[in-house]
Protein backbone atom coordinates (compact mmCIF):
# COMPACT_ATOMS: atom_id res chain seq x y z
CA UNK A 1 0.00 0.00 0.00
CA UNK A 2 2.83 2.09 1.00
CA UNK A 3 4.88 1.45 -2.17
CA UNK A 4 1.60 2.10 -4.09
CA UNK A 5 1.51 5.15 -3.07
CA UNK A 6 4.95 6.36 -3.54
CA UNK A 7 4.40 5.44 -6.85
CA UNK A 8 1.45 7.06 -7.75
CA UNK A 9 3.08 9.91 -5.87
CA UNK A 10 6.07 10.15 -8.45
CA UNK A 11 4.22 9.25 -11.58
CA UNK A 12 1.83 12.46 -10.95
CA UNK A 13 5.24 14.60 -10.75
CA UNK A 14 6.55 13.93 -13.36
CA UNK A 15 3.55 13.95 -15.18
CA UNK A 16 3.33 17.52 -13.93
CA UNK A 17 6.76 18.07 -14.83
CA UNK A 18 5.36 17.56 -18.52
CA UNK A 19 2.81 20.07 -18.22
CA UNK A 20 3.34 23.05 -19.98
CA UNK A 21 3.49 26.47 -18.30
CA UNK A 22 1.97 29.48 -19.32
CA UNK A 23 4.38 31.71 -20.91
CA UNK A 24 5.01 34.87 -18.61
CA UNK A 25 3.34 37.95 -20.27
CA UNK A 26 6.13 40.17 -22.66
CA UNK A 27 7.08 43.46 -20.68
CA UNK A 28 4.75 46.47 -22.03
CA UNK A 29 4.94 49.74 -22.72
CA UNK A 30 1.63 51.95 -22.42
CA UNK A 31 1.42 54.79 -24.86
CA UNK A 32 -0.74 56.92 -22.58
CA UNK A 33 -1.67 59.18 -25.60
CA UNK A 34 -4.41 61.22 -27.35
CA UNK A 35 -5.79 61.23 -31.13
CA UNK A 36 -2.28 61.23 -31.88
CA UNK A 37 -1.60 57.83 -30.23
CA UNK A 38 -5.36 56.72 -30.69
CA UNK A 39 -4.54 57.33 -35.24
CA UNK A 40 -7.81 59.58 -35.71
CA UNK A 41 -8.51 59.32 -39.24
CA UNK A 42 -5.84 55.97 -39.94
CA UNK A 43 -6.62 53.33 -37.49
CA UNK A 44 -4.62 52.57 -34.51
CA UNK A 45 -2.95 49.87 -36.53
CA UNK A 46 -1.24 52.74 -38.37
CA UNK A 47 -0.48 55.39 -35.67
CA UNK A 48 2.32 55.88 -34.21
CA UNK A 49 2.33 53.39 -31.46
CA UNK A 50 2.12 50.25 -33.96
CA UNK A 51 5.06 51.73 -35.56
CA UNK A 52 7.02 51.59 -32.52
CA UNK A 53 6.07 47.84 -32.02
CA UNK A 54 7.73 47.22 -35.63
CA UNK A 55 10.46 49.04 -34.90
CA UNK A 56 10.98 47.07 -31.25
CA UNK A 57 9.94 43.51 -33.00
CA UNK A 58 12.69 44.28 -36.04
CA UNK A 59 15.65 45.27 -33.66
CA UNK A 60 14.15 42.08 -31.65
CA UNK A 61 13.43 43.66 -28.71
CA UNK A 62 10.75 41.92 -26.65
CA UNK A 63 8.30 44.37 -25.54
CA UNK A 64 4.31 44.80 -26.43
CA UNK A 65 3.44 48.11 -26.97
CA UNK A 66 -0.04 48.92 -25.37
CA UNK A 67 -1.81 52.10 -27.30
CA UNK A 68 -3.77 53.49 -24.27
CA UNK A 69 -4.62 56.84 -26.97
CA UNK A 70 -7.77 58.58 -26.59
CA UNK A 71 -9.12 60.75 -29.35
CA UNK A 72 -9.58 64.65 -27.81
CA UNK A 73 -8.20 63.43 -24.42
CA UNK A 74 -6.54 66.15 -21.71
CA UNK A 75 -4.22 65.67 -18.81
CA UNK A 76 -7.31 65.89 -16.44
CA UNK A 77 -8.56 63.03 -18.54
CA UNK A 78 -5.46 60.93 -18.48
CA UNK A 79 -5.07 61.25 -14.79
CA UNK A 80 -8.66 59.46 -14.31
CA UNK A 81 -7.62 56.73 -16.09
CA UNK A 82 -4.24 55.67 -16.41
CA UNK A 83 -3.67 53.39 -12.86
CA UNK A 84 -5.84 50.67 -14.06
CA UNK A 85 -3.00 50.43 -17.51
CA UNK A 86 -0.65 50.17 -15.27
CA UNK A 87 -0.95 46.15 -14.43
CA UNK A 88 0.42 43.29 -15.93
CA UNK A 89 3.99 43.73 -16.53
CA UNK A 90 4.29 47.11 -17.65
CA UNK A 91 7.89 48.45 -17.90
CA UNK A 92 7.76 51.98 -19.45
CA UNK A 93 4.90 54.45 -19.65
CA UNK A 94 5.12 57.08 -22.64
CA UNK A 95 2.95 60.30 -21.64
CA UNK A 96 2.19 61.87 -24.80
CA UNK A 97 -0.54 64.19 -23.47
CA UNK A 98 -1.53 67.90 -23.06
CA UNK A 99 -1.92 69.29 -26.73
CA UNK A 100 -5.69 69.54 -26.06
CA UNK A 101 -5.09 71.44 -22.48
CA UNK A 102 -3.74 73.58 -25.00
CA UNK A 103 -6.44 73.98 -27.03
CA UNK A 104 -8.68 74.68 -24.50
CA UNK A 105 -6.47 77.15 -22.31
CA UNK A 106 -6.25 75.03 -19.56
CA UNK A 107 -3.92 76.79 -16.98
CA UNK A 108 -0.70 75.74 -17.50
CA UNK A 109 -0.33 75.06 -13.19
CA UNK A 110 -3.26 72.34 -13.67
CA UNK A 111 -1.43 71.03 -16.71
CA UNK A 112 2.09 70.80 -14.14
CA UNK A 113 -0.27 69.19 -11.57
CA UNK A 114 -2.10 66.66 -13.82
CA UNK A 115 1.02 65.28 -15.43
CA UNK A 116 3.01 65.30 -12.22
CA UNK A 117 0.57 63.17 -10.30
CA UNK A 118 0.68 60.52 -13.44
CA UNK A 119 4.96 60.69 -13.31
CA UNK A 120 4.51 60.44 -9.77
CA UNK A 121 2.36 57.37 -9.50
CA UNK A 122 3.91 55.61 -11.99
CA UNK A 123 7.77 56.10 -10.61
CA UNK A 124 6.10 54.71 -7.37
CA UNK A 125 5.35 51.92 -8.93
CA UNK A 126 9.08 51.42 -10.12
CA UNK A 127 7.80 52.32 -13.91
CA UNK A 128 9.73 54.25 -16.41
CA UNK A 129 8.27 57.06 -17.55
CA UNK A 130 9.02 58.73 -21.01
CA UNK A 131 7.64 62.34 -21.14
CA UNK A 132 6.65 63.47 -24.53
CA UNK A 133 6.62 67.40 -25.14
CA UNK A 134 3.61 69.19 -26.43
CA UNK A 135 3.26 72.46 -27.30
CA UNK A 136 0.47 75.43 -27.39
CA UNK A 137 -0.86 77.45 -30.41
CA UNK A 138 -0.98 81.17 -29.47
CA UNK A 139 -4.78 81.36 -29.08
CA UNK A 140 -4.27 82.50 -25.60
CA UNK A 141 -1.22 84.93 -26.41
CA UNK A 142 2.17 84.45 -26.30
CA UNK A 143 2.92 84.01 -22.62
CA UNK A 144 0.71 80.99 -22.10
CA UNK A 145 2.12 79.24 -25.23
CA UNK A 146 5.86 80.25 -23.57
CA UNK A 147 4.83 78.65 -19.82
CA UNK A 148 3.29 75.77 -21.63
CA UNK A 149 6.61 75.06 -23.25
CA UNK A 150 8.46 75.54 -20.16
CA UNK A 151 6.29 73.54 -18.42
CA UNK A 152 7.10 70.14 -19.85
CA UNK A 153 11.41 71.43 -19.19
CA UNK A 154 10.35 71.99 -15.44
CA UNK A 155 8.75 68.54 -15.37
CA UNK A 156 11.16 66.46 -17.04
CA UNK A 157 13.71 68.30 -14.58
CA UNK A 158 11.87 67.89 -11.59
CA UNK A 159 10.92 63.97 -11.99
CA UNK A 160 14.35 63.53 -13.87
CA UNK A 161 12.73 61.95 -16.84
CA UNK A 162 13.55 61.73 -20.43
CA UNK A 163 11.53 64.26 -22.19
CA UNK A 164 11.05 63.62 -26.04
CA UNK A 165 10.94 67.51 -27.94
CA UNK A 166 7.98 68.25 -29.75
CA UNK A 167 6.71 65.08 -31.09
CA UNK A 168 4.79 66.91 -34.23
CA UNK A 169 8.59 68.51 -34.81
CA UNK A 170 9.13 68.26 -38.86
CA UNK A 171 5.62 66.85 -38.71
CA UNK A 172 2.59 69.68 -38.32
CA UNK A 173 3.86 71.95 -41.31
CA UNK A 174 4.42 69.72 -43.74
CA UNK A 175 1.25 68.74 -45.68
CA UNK A 176 2.78 65.22 -47.03
CA UNK A 177 2.42 64.16 -43.60
CA UNK A 178 -0.87 65.65 -42.71
CA UNK A 179 -4.55 64.74 -42.96
CA UNK A 180 -6.54 67.80 -44.58
CA UNK A 181 -7.86 68.52 -41.25
CA UNK A 182 -4.44 69.78 -40.73
CA UNK A 183 -4.12 69.08 -36.93
CA UNK A 184 -3.76 64.62 -37.11
CA UNK A 185 -0.74 63.04 -39.13
CA UNK A 186 -1.67 60.92 -42.20
CA UNK A 187 0.41 57.06 -42.51
CA UNK A 188 3.66 59.16 -43.31
CA UNK A 189 3.40 61.75 -40.33
CA UNK A 190 2.60 58.75 -37.79
CA UNK A 191 5.85 56.61 -39.16
CA UNK A 192 7.90 60.83 -38.65
CA UNK A 193 6.63 60.89 -34.80
CA UNK A 194 7.85 57.26 -34.37
CA UNK A 195 10.78 58.53 -35.33
CA UNK A 196 11.13 61.00 -33.12
CA UNK A 197 10.13 58.89 -30.39
CA UNK A 198 12.69 56.20 -31.14
CA UNK A 199 15.47 57.27 -30.53
CA UNK A 200 14.52 58.33 -26.11
CA UNK A 201 13.09 55.11 -26.42
CA UNK A 202 14.97 52.51 -27.34
CA UNK A 203 17.99 53.54 -24.51
CA UNK A 204 15.79 52.91 -21.77
CA UNK A 205 15.31 49.35 -23.43
CA UNK A 206 19.32 48.59 -23.91
CA UNK A 207 20.63 50.95 -21.61
CA UNK A 208 22.32 52.56 -24.65
CA UNK A 209 23.20 56.41 -23.95
CA UNK A 210 19.61 58.46 -24.28
CA UNK A 211 19.63 61.22 -27.68
CA UNK A 212 20.32 64.81 -26.55
CA UNK A 213 18.37 67.84 -27.74
Given at each position: ?????V??????????????????P??????????????????T??A?????Q????????D?????????????????R?????????????????????????????????N?????????????????????????F????????????????????????????????????L???D??????????????????????L?T???????
Amino acid sequence: MIISSVVMAVASAIALSFVPRAAAPRPRIVVLGDSLASGRGIGTDKAFPAVLQHKLDDEELDYEVVNAGVSGDTSAGALRRFERLLDENVRILVVEIGANDGLRGVSVDQLKSNLGRIIETAKARRITVLLCRMEALPLFGWDYTVAFHKAFDELGQRYDVPLVPFVLMNVIGDRNLMQRDRAHPNEAGARAIAENIWPYLKPLLTGAPAAHL
